[in-house]
């Protein structure tokens, strides 16, 4: 697919606003097990500023919202955000507006995690104790590149918080992420 990383992504032509620190994750919604419903939620505790975004699919947005809602305040629940499945240049511009990349535990990610690290994004991980849920810890682990790999739900959780608050570790990761992805 011919894409231009090249040209600036204006957050205000995808409906975001450049105040808020994006926090996409970019997966089919089978893959959001209810372990990482706490993840979520103690994302938008520590970052006001911060919202979820995600991909709706038929039936599984309700789904999911409804499991929020039994767990997260209306100021929580409020800046969960659901968008459209896009045509592959718009995802991208998604992942690319986007301040951090989630990777679903325990299932993980693998095409969307390519995605992301060929657009030198962030995707933070835990690594899943199955196969499928190991494949950015592998990417990462091929790239020499161990700070984006959380050891524990705490520690994705303030991954995640650093890269959108941090800017100057924010940028340090995601040159990293560009110069080792070969």
């Known amino acids: 697919y011919d894409y ?3 040209v600036p992504i204006d957050r205000n ?35 006001k500023k911060g919202i979820i975004l995600l991909i709706k699919s038929k039936d599984s ?42 990777d679903p535990y325990p299932f993980g990610g693998c095409n969307t995690s390519l995605d992301s690290i060929a657009l030198g994004k962030p995707i933070v991980t835990l690594p899943g104790p199955l196969i499928n849920g190991r494949f950015t810890y592998g990417f990462y682990k091929k790239m020499g590149m161990t700070d984006l790999i959380a050891k524990n739900i705490k520690d994705y959780v303030n991954i995640c918080i650093r890269l959108a608050q941090d800017k100057p570790y924010y940028n340090k990761m995601c040159c990293k992420i560009k110069k080792r992805a070969h």
Do not use: W
């Open 61 to 102: 947005a309700k789904t999911i919202m409804k499991r929020l809602e039994d767990i997260m305040d209306n100021s929580e629940i409020t800046r969960i955000k659901f968008i459209e499945a896009q045509k592959v240049s718009v995802y991208y511009d998604f992942i690319r507006c986007s301040d951090v990349i989630m």
């Open 4 to 6: 231009n990383i090249n």
């Open 13 to 47: 032509k995808l409906g975001l606003s450049n105040k808020i620190h994006i926090y996409f994750y970019p997966h089919s919604l089978f893959k959001l097990q209810p372990e990482f419903d706490e993840i979520f939620k103690k994302i938008l505790q520590k970052d």
